[in-house]
């Protein structure tokens, strides 16, 4: 466990959603935006294009504040059920689906996945239209709670998506690893799972504010979903190449994985 663990309360209180933009994903400022988000979305697009993941229901546990990982699954899926541990963090989620003129600017990212997906950029209006006619939740999670959705009904899905989020409330594989147990419950038998974040990092800073990232390397990643009951159908790490910023975050690699839940029920928790 890092010794400065940030407490759920410490995000309560000091996460701000919109410096988080700012600080990773602003067309102007963003540190994440480049190395990150084209590795992100480039995997993103590989796994939800044609004859690749697609189904009826599609879970986002842990979204922040973004959208951006959102913008390939639109396509392959019918509803999407998007959530997050903080109130700020939802509340700017509704802001851009209700496209209220405060709502954080996706339209930088929202392009380069058009292009991605071969489709102009001067298609980016409908592609966000699709993804806000396709997102019919926006629901409160907490992935140390023993039922991370609480008493709120969920469908079984056939694909649950998390991107930069796990290591954030997780003080330990222990807790990691139990997480993605839970998660079992939420899947269908077979349903995938995809999972995005970084490697061997143990701080990130929003704007001014630091907190603390569960530390983990490719043998950890592995390790964990294995012992959690999943097959790994793909698992890719790249270094970082852009360290000019390690003063924000001191993570030395990106990671994509994609595995799946078993075609048998089996109760793992």
């Not at 802001?95 to 996945?113: E, F, G, N, Q, S």
């Not at 292009?115 to 209006?125: A, H, P, T, V």
Request: glycine share 6%; aromatic share 12%.
């Amino acid at each position: 466990m890092h010794s400065s663990y940030s407490s759920p309360q410490t995000y309560i209180d000091d996460f701000n959603a919109v410096d988080y933009y700012q600080t990773y994903y602003s067309s102007e400022e963003g540190r994440l935006h480049g190395e990150w988000t084209n590795f992100a979305l480039q995997n993103l697009h590989e796994t939800f294009g044609p004859g690749g993941v697609n189904g009826h229901v599609l879970i986002d546990f842990g979204a922040g504040p973004t959208i951006y990982h959102l913008l390939s699954a639109c396509e392959a899926f019918d509803i999407i059920i998007t959530s997050d541990f903080l109130e700020q963090n939802r509340q700017q989620l509704e802001k851009w689906l209700r496209k209220d003129p405060d709502a954080l600017d996706w339209t930088h990212i929202v392009k380069y996945v058009c292009e991605l997906e071969g489709n102009s950029s001067e298609n980016w209006e409908k592609k966000e239209e699709t993804l806000r006619r396709k997102v019919t939740k926006v629901v409160k999670c907490d992935g140390l709670a023993k039922k991370p959705y609480g008493n709120e009904p969920m469908p079984e899905a056939d694909c649950l998506l998390s991107c930069l989020c796990l290591e954030g409330p997780c003080k330990d594989l222990e807790a990691y690893t139990n997480l993605l147990k839970k998660f079992q419950k939420l899947l269908k038998p077979g349903g995938h799972i995809l999972l995005l974040g970084v490697l061997n990092c143990s701080f990130y800073h929003t704007g001014k504010t630091k907190f603390s990232w569960l530390s983990l390397t490719k043998d950890d990643l592995e390790s964990v979903i294995k012992k959690a009951g999943y097959e790994i159908v793909k698992l890719k790490v790249i270094a970082r190449t852009e360290k000019s910023w390690m003063d924000i975050s001191n993570h030395d690699s990106y990671y994509y994985v994609h595995a799946r839940k078993s075609q048998k029920e089996t109760s793992c928790i």
